[in-house]
């Protein structure tokens, strides 16, 4: 149990497009999920937290026009960078907090690379 | 501000020996300490979780410990193997605020040569 998924596990576009990235919970319900960026070799950057029904709340420093987060139902969150520049290309990985799991116990998908060329 | 250092930076050992990854944090006022692995490329696993009532979790050859008021925690590997080999990560969850979010260590990235 406590799946998450990505999709696409990877994308390559051109620079000045728009990449949706989806983060579902396969067989539990999640109000709550977060994503984050992670460079080479380092550390995961919390960028937001995605709730379901409301506004995402995004961490200093992450645009939020232009990493679009909706949160549409409790099994699917989904993370769009816009207008992508080569400095956007990193890995973007997504985790799901379940409603009846334990306070602050997060699922990790396998990540998305995002090259932007 | 909560603040989580892990120790060492990168470790490599022969297979077979038995290490210690470290995780210090500065606030000792949490709800709960995580560790993750992460292989190259991909998502994070969750290893073991210690509420902060615990002192130490197990799962087969892993051994975490806590210690809150010093505001430390260990991961222990016994009879290390090559497919141990991955990115260690620490964990905190804050006590205060309910916005779920987590404390993140820079990790440890593990070599286990055969």
């Known amino acids: 149990g406590a799946v998450v998924s990505q999709h696409p596990s990877w994308v390559i576009c051109k620079s000045g497009t728009s990449v949706k990235i989806e983060c579902r919970s396969l067989?539990?319900?999640?109000?709550?999920m977060f994503w984050y960026r992670q460079f080479p070799k380092q550390s995961l950057m919390l960028m937001a937290t995605?709730?379901?029904?409301?506004?995402?709340?995004?961490e200093q420093g992450v645009e939020k026009d232009k990493f679009l987060i909706n949160h549409a139902s409790l099994t699917l969150s989904t993370l769009t960078v816009t207008s992508a520049h080569p400095e956007d290309s990193s890995f973007y990985i997504c985790?799901?907090?379940?409603?009846?799991?334990?306070?602050?116990?997060?699922?990790f998908g396998p990540g998305t690379r995002l090259t932007v060329t | 501000k909560q603040e989580v250092t892990q120790i060492p930076a990168a470790l490599s050992v022969p297979e077979g020996e038995n290490l210690v990854l470290n995780c210090s944090f500065t606030?000792?006022?949490?709800?709960?300490l995580q560790w993750f692995r992460q292989d190259p490329g991909k998502g994070l696993t969750s290893l073991l979780l210690?509420?902060?009532s615990q002192r130490e979790q197990t799962s087969g050859r892993l051994n975490a410990s806590l210690d809150k008021s010093s505001g430390r925690s260990t991961l222990y590997i016994a009879a290390s193997q090559p497919g141990d080999s991955a990115t260690y990560l620490c964990?905190?969850?804050?006590?205060?605020?309910?916005?779920?979010?987590?404390?993140w260590g820079l990790g440890t990235s593990l070599a286990v040569n055969p």
């Open positions: 964990a905190v969850a804050p006590n205060a605020g309910n916005n779920r979010k987590l404390i």
């Open positions: 995605s709730n379901e029904g409301s506004k995402a709340t995004y």
């Open positions: 985790s799901a907090n379940p409603d009846r799991g334990l306070f602050y116990e997060q699922y």
């Open positions: 606030d000792s006022a949490i709800y709960n």
């Open positions: 067989d539990f319900q999640a109000t709550t």
């Open positions: 210690i509420q902060s």
